[in-house]
Structures are given as structure tokens and as C-alpha cells.
């Protein structure tokens, strides 16, 4: 049998680029995309996993790996950190960064928010930049629908020069027909062209005058447009991530030092410094991602949001935002805490029922008293506390939470809270960690 | 033309930014969340404590807190 724990996914948690392939032949495509898109949904949905999914940004801090195949072809998927951006300012983007990059994926899969698409352009124009073969996923396509907003895919394909496909990431057939499209990208049936940014002129000249070197000499490893780039940026910890990965350093190349000293002349004669030149290039993105948001994004109805606005409203107003927090978690302490007595009783009663048979045996064994004490009365009986009173708040508890998580109030809890935690010295997402220390609390204290 | 701090924007007033003072990491995440020159914004609530508040930019709900306001330097529409 070809199942060993790897294959199945029980190491599938992976700290660093290693891919482990069922086959020689597998494919390795990546699933990139911003947070809370349901990157994970289509995640799990195609490789049958269930990594754990949730609405807190970073869930996927490291690269998880699954695996899937299609009449054609088998892959190695790698859901990589859910990011806004790849300019590697936090971990997670560091990560995302560094497999787009340097984990040579045949293919890379954008997933999208279909109801803020615009912000989600912004990564899907940075993962262009690095790697060719680009499919772009725009999932909640029936949430959009019931906003009213409408999206021309076939046009915002011919912007990005990359095949885009709507989903619905719940349902199996949007999946089975992205993965159409990975076929296809994956075996050159589909040929991409993905659209390159134009910036500023000044920046293209600098460009221009290192990468034909780049590209003669590093092309077929990375891309040299955003190599000449990232050389131009200074961006230290990425180059010696990236002389790792080429295996040369590319700062002391000899041909290259006199055509980048050019280059940066260039850019210091219009007065760009490294953090110039960045806010320069993230300027460019984001408004080449609302140029082609507003050419391919029709809003039908323009209070698309205010049903919703109206619910953020009466949650986060002065007047009901705190007393209608302050009933929720209360509902749900109260439901955790009388909710867990029952099952509390039962369990408890049992256990210790089994402790007396277990008495009852050692007495029948005749065993001496010190090792009935050790066993029965020290670790079973402790054992027997602990999961009784600890199991059932945490199963009550955690799956409410994951109710509200959901929902999308946790973070509202957050927004009405951040000032008092901010006298602190922390932040309003921490109430929920507040929330999860009081249960613990409460289930380590026996009544 | 009168300049303010995205702090004088009251809920449901709208502006356009007209520069960012922020630095470092402040400044790359605003940045990133598509906080560049000229950016529509709007204001669309104020937490009930006073603060942060809740803008919508680029058709995201995003908090920020006054003091990172201050350093978003706007037109109001």
C-alpha cells in the first residue's frame, strides 16, 4: 500500500519548503490569497482535509500540504499564509513570498473575494510579477450575486493576461472546474501572459538597465523584471534569500555592478530613495488594480453594503453596541456553564463508578495499598476529575465561539473593545483570548 | 484648500487622502490595505468607546485608531 502518515496528511503541517510528492510526476500548485476568502474552503475541498478554517487573519502560518489529482494529473497543493500583500512586512508574507518564489510551483492559484475584489487585485498583480502561470479564483460568487454586484470574469481575464474563474468554493463543481483550468495551465494548453505593471518612468529606466543582464543570467530561475526590482529596493534579507536560492551572489556579480551603480544613479536623480521607490511601486499597484476593478466590477444596486452597514450599526453603536455585546457573551457563558453540568454529572458519575470496580479489582488482586493509592486513588481519580469538569464547557464553549466567529461579530467584540484594551498596552482582538482564560478558568475550579 | 487629519472626519463624511505621514510598518500597512494618495474614503462609524474608527476603503470596512489617523493627512469631500 502507498499510504504512509505523510501521505495522508498527518505531517502534512510543513515548516519550510520541503515538498513531499506521492509522485515523481506530481505537480506542486500553490493556493495563495488574502485573508478570509475561504482559501482554506477550497483548500479542504479539494484535497479532502480539514484544516481548521476561521475567520481570524494568519490562520495558515505556515505552508499546510494536501493532495489532489484530476483525470490528467496529480498534485502536491500547498495552501500557503492568507496575505494582503508579498512585500514581506510580517511573517505570514514572508512565507507566502518565499514559496511563490523559491518552492517552484507549476502553477499558482489566487483565491479572490468576489465582494471586494479591488483589494484582492493588489496580491493577484504581486504574485504576477513573480510567477507566470497564474489562475485566478474568484470565489463567493453568490455572496456578490446577492449584493448585486457583477463581475465581467471574461474581461478581467483579458486585463490580467491569466485565465480568471468565478466559484463558489462550497460546491464541488466550481471546484472541478478551476481545476480544469490548473490542467490545462499546467500542461501549456493554456498559455499565460500575465499583464506587467507599468511604473513610474524613471523606475522603468533603472530597470531597464540591469535586467538584461538578469535575465541572460538568472531568467530561467526567477522572474528578471521582479528581480531587477527587489535589487533596486535594497531589500537585504530577501537578497541573501534569493543568493541561497541561486546559489550566487548576486550583488558581487562583476558584470552587474557598474549597470546597477546606473541604475541607482537613475533613480537618486529623481530623488528616489529605497522607501520612495516602494511607496512608488505599491502606488502603482494599487491603482492598476482600481483601473481594472473599475473596468470589470459593476456595483447594481450602489448601497449594495447597507443592510450590512445597518447591522454594524446597531452592534456597534454607543447606545445597544455594548449591551448587546455584554448579552452575548453572557448567553454564552450561560450556556457553557449551566449547559456543562449536566453532561458534567454524567461523566463524572460514570468515571467513578469505573473507579470503584477498579477498587474492587485491586482488592480481588489482593495488590498492596500503596499501589491501589498511586493508580487509582492518584492518577485515575485526577484523570477522571479533569475530564469530567474540563470536557464538556470546552465542547459547549469552542463550537459557540466558532458561532460567532462566523458570524463575523468577533471582530466587531474587537472594534468595541480596542480602547479599553489599548490602555494596556494591547489590542481588541486579545478580549477573545480574555474570554477563553475566564472559561478555563471557570472549568479548572470545581464546584 | 483646507487639509485635515483623517481624525476630523466625522461618520458619515467622506474624504480623499491627500498624503500619509505614518512610518514604518504603519505606513506598509496602510499602504497595502490600498491607502495611497487620492483614495476615496469614507467614514462610517465610531467604536463606542471613541475609538478606533471604522472607514471604508476601497469597499473594505477597516478600524483605525486616532492616533494613526493623525498621520493621514485628507481632504474633506
Known sequence: MGLTNSSIGLNAVDFGLEINKQSPNDKIIALAGNPNVGKSTVFNGLTGMKQHTGNWPGKTVTNAQGYCSTKNQSYVLVDIPGTYSLMAHSAEEEVARNFICFGNPDAVVVVCDATCLERNLNLVLQTMEISKNVVVCINLMDEARRKNIKIDVDKLSKHLGVPVIGAIARKKKSLSALMDIVDKVTDGTIHCSPLSIQYAEEIEEAISAIEPILNEKYGKLLNSRWLSLKLLEQDEPLMKEIDAYLGVSVLEDSQLIADLENAKNILERSKLNPDKLKDKIVTSLVTSAEKISKDTVYYENQNYNSTDRNIDRILTSKTTGYPIMLALLALVFWLTITGSNYPSQLISSFLFQVQDYLTAFFQFMNAPAWLHGILVLGVYRVLAWVVSVMLPPMAIFFPLFTLLEDAGYLPRVAYNLDKTFKRCNACGKQALTMCMVYMNLHAKTPY | ?77
Open chain 2, 1 to 77: 484648500m483646507n487639509m485635515n487629519s483623517l481624525n476630523d472626519i466625522n461618520p458619515g463624511e467622506s474624504a480623499i487622502v491627500n498624503a500619509l505621514l505614518s512610518t514604518g510598518s504603519m505606513r506598509r500597512r496602510l499602504l497595502d490595505i490600498g491607502l495611497v494618495e487620492n483614495t476615496d474614503i469614507e467614514c462610517i462609524g465610531r467604536s463606542p468607546g471613541g475609538d478606533p474608527t471604522a472607514f471604508l476603503i476601497r469597499g473594505a470596512v477597516i478600524a483605525i485608531r486616532s492616533e494613526d489617523c493623525e498621520n493621514i493627512i485628507v481632504t474633506r469631500k
